[in-house]
């Protein structure tokens, strides 16, 4: 852009393209923040429950200090033009996950009820810490090997079979591994892997580059009928198939998050490719037929809607409900501005109080102020994906990275939803502050594609060669 | 530990929660850009055009003497017809240029344009002049063709190919 247009921009509003800043070093200083947070955070908790600063405070904030470092100078170096925002959110996240981890290891009543239970008490702590370093590893394997996103547009039809397979492997015998009722682990050289978390990314593979061919025929061929677009017939081929094969996963793998998201994704990159409202409409009627119709002859299902219905009522008959009942009354003791850090009971929760739960030791010891604050910056995440798609240039990288926004956002409506009392439970983990490796690393995997489409969409194109036509009107006089 | 420590670090470490989104929610203000189409209705857009004057009294002060200091001078050029219909441009004393150049003051999306096509600027007594740059299909000031610089009415349609952009107070 020549000097004039910078001149005249100073003064006017024009149309016309202003150059983007790379915001690198606003990025740096957003990640010092997002490191200072989770060591405070940390000091806190070993002071109110072992009063003294802990001494792995060096340790751990140069962990987490070290990810977010490398993180940066790989951003840096290889999506110069990357939003500002993704990487010290991710960070933040992960780090204050981390932190409270930390403080469900050093609770005595989860220690007590591990040793009753297994014989052996194993922090999760450190494990966090590696498979956080393993996420960001990943991370900068997306970053430094994927070029470009519309390179995996070739793959669309490869990564539909890859998807199924891994959403498929948890049922093979001698693989898969039932834990607690959900088929939903696979058994790979001593680690549980849960393959669900990385076909979320793989099946958005899928759905983009198929949406982005069949958009139009989706779009176009429909019939309108009080006042909705109604698809033909044979257009609603996909959208069955792909609720059929998630309520398959329901019923065979008895997990109700999963098949959720993904035919929530699906919904939500139908609707962004088409932009009629009308498969909205038709996907909320089928999942809840399908959601009635599962939860009405399977029994794990049935077992969730009736704690969600009644959270305090199987205390009296089973006791099987109580996490649910414990974690609304850890929301409900937290109140506005939470019991502190390492203050709380929501090690009461007891099984899963670190993962699926651990939204409730937020809730508790951060109150509505710091759950409000947490939610935010999920939602600021999403909303960084979702402008990366309106700003991408090509159809594949919006709806890729509508498919990647839309699948966190409906996971963190699904936790969160299931905590609260507000949805069934569903046993799906909150993306970065939840214990376990998968979900970690997957999602540093899903960070760092958004990242690599939002460094192509922002990145300021190049200026294109002047045309020699155009000099022949132009006259100059002085 | 006392209780008023573990109080303050508490409300402390919401605060500093609370700050890290409100500094990100800044970042992705200042982050708006790309193409700064703005102005959609002039309702909305008169106060902060006139808080822009304000915010630059010493070009205004030497153009007083001429057209910015006179009344019933011109303060922007909007676009009544074409595709970038309700673009306004405040008028200060810059020369505005317009044609599918991309680096015009106002890039327009029209085939009949020409790359450079047309200028608007002031003279020396602060009337607006506009210029037709040599353009293939010309420049119309009401019905007819430019071939010199002519001074812009107040209100008078400049057609451009399927553009018409005017001078308003």
């Known amino acids: 852009m020549s000097s004039t247009s910078n001149t005249s921009t100073h003064h006017t509003s024009t149309i016309g393209a202003i150059g983007a800043p790379s915001r690198r070093n606003t990025e740096l200083a957003l990640l010092v923040f997002a490191v200072a947070i989770p060591v405070f955070a940390y000091a806190n908790v070993g002071l109110a429950i072992n009063d003294e600063v802990p001494s792995g405070l060096l340790a751990y904030g140069l962990g987490l200090g070290l990810i977010a470092g490398v993180g940066h100078l790989v951003v840096r170096k290889f999506a110069a033009y990357a939003d500002p925002l993704l990487l010290p959110l ?51 394997a997306v970053l430094v090997f994927l070029k470009d996103h519309r390179i995996l547009q070739r793959y669309t039809y490869i990564s539909m079979v890859v998807a199924i397979v891994l959403l498929l492997l948890p049922l093979v015998p001698g693989v898969g591994a039932d834990v607690f009722g959900a088929k939903i682990w696979i058994n790979v050289a001593g680690f549980s892997i849960q393959p669900g978390e990385f076909a979320k990314i793989i099946i958005a593979i899928f759905f983009s580059g198929y949406l982005m061919v069949k958009r139009d025929a989706l779009a176009l061929a429909s019939r309108r009928f009080m006042g909705l677009y109604l698809p033909r017939g044979r257009d609603l081929g996909p959208i069955i198939t792909i609720w059929a094969v ?20 699906f919904v939500i990159m139908l609707y962004v490719a088409t932009e009629r409202t009308s498969w909205i409409v038709i996907g909320l009627l089928m999942s809840a037929a399908g959601a009635v119709g599962v939860a009405s002859f399977a029994s794990h299902v049935q077992a969730r809607v009736d704690a969600w219905l009644d959270p305090f009522g199987c205390y009296k008959t089973s006791g099987a409900c109580e996490q649910i009942g414990q974690s609304i009354m850890s929301f409900g003791s937290g109140g506005v501005m939470g019991t502190g850090l390492g203050q709380g009971n929501s090690d009461l929760i007891g099984f899963a109080a670190n993962s699926d739960f651990i939204f409730s030791t937020f809730g508790e010891e951060l109150g509505l102020a710091g759950v409000m604050a947490i939610l935010l910056m999920y939602g600021l995440i999403i909303e960084r994906g979702i402008r990366t798609a309106l700003a991408a240039r090509d159809p594949f990288g919006k709806l890729f990275a509508v498919g990647l926004s839309g699948a966190f956002a409906l996971q963190i409506f699904v936790v969160a939803g299931g905590v609260m009392g507000l949805i069934p439970l569903t046993g799906m983990t909150m993306p970065f502050l939840a214990a376990g490796g998968s979900s970690v690393i997957a999602n540093w995997a899903l960070v760092g594609i958004l990242i690599r489409i939002s460094d192509t969409a922002r990145r300021p194109a190049p200026t294109p060669a002047s045309n020699p036509d155009a000099e022949m009107t132009q006259v100059v006089r002085p | 530990m006392s209780e008023l420590t573990l109080t303050v670090m508490r409300l402390g470490f919401l605060a500093v929660l609370w700050l890290f989104v409100i500094v990100a929610v800044q970042v992705i203000r200042s982050d708006l850009f790309g193409t700064r189409v703005t102005q959609r209705g002039s309702r909305r857009e008169a106060p902060r055009q006139q808080a822009a004057a304000r915010q630059t009294p010493p070009p ?59 200028r608007i600027y002031p003279d020396r007594d602060g009337q607006w002049i506009v210029e037709d740059l ?36």
């Open chain 1, 90 to 140: 991710a960070t933040l996240l992960n780090g204050l996950g981390l932190v409270v981890i930390w403080r469900l290891d050093q609770s005595e009543r989860l220690q007590q009820l591990a040793e009753r239970q297994y014989g052996v008490f194993s922090p999760s702590a450190p494990n966090q810490l590696m498979y956080s370093a393993v996420g960001l590893a990943l991370f900068v």
């Open chain 1, 246 to 265: 998630s309520l398959l996963i329901l019923i065979f793998e008895n997990d109700l998050g999963t098949s959720l998201l993904f035919f929530g994704m």
């Open chain 2, 134 to 169: 040599g353009s293939t299909n010309g420049t119309y000031l009401d019905r007819t063709r430019l071939t010199t610089p002519t001074p812009i009415p107040l209100g008078a349609p400049i057609r451009i190919g399927k553009t018409v952009i005017e001078l308003r107070k």
């Open chain 2, 60 to 118: 205004q002060r030497q153009q007083s003497a001429g057209g910015r200091g006179r009344r019933g001078a011109p303060t922007k050029l909007v676009v009544s017809e074409g595709t970038l219909t309700g673009t306004t441009v405040a008028l200060q004393g810059q020369t505005i240029t317009l044609g599918r150049a991309h680096d015009s003051t106002i890039v327009l999306d029209d085939d009949y344009a020409s790359s450079r096509h047309a």
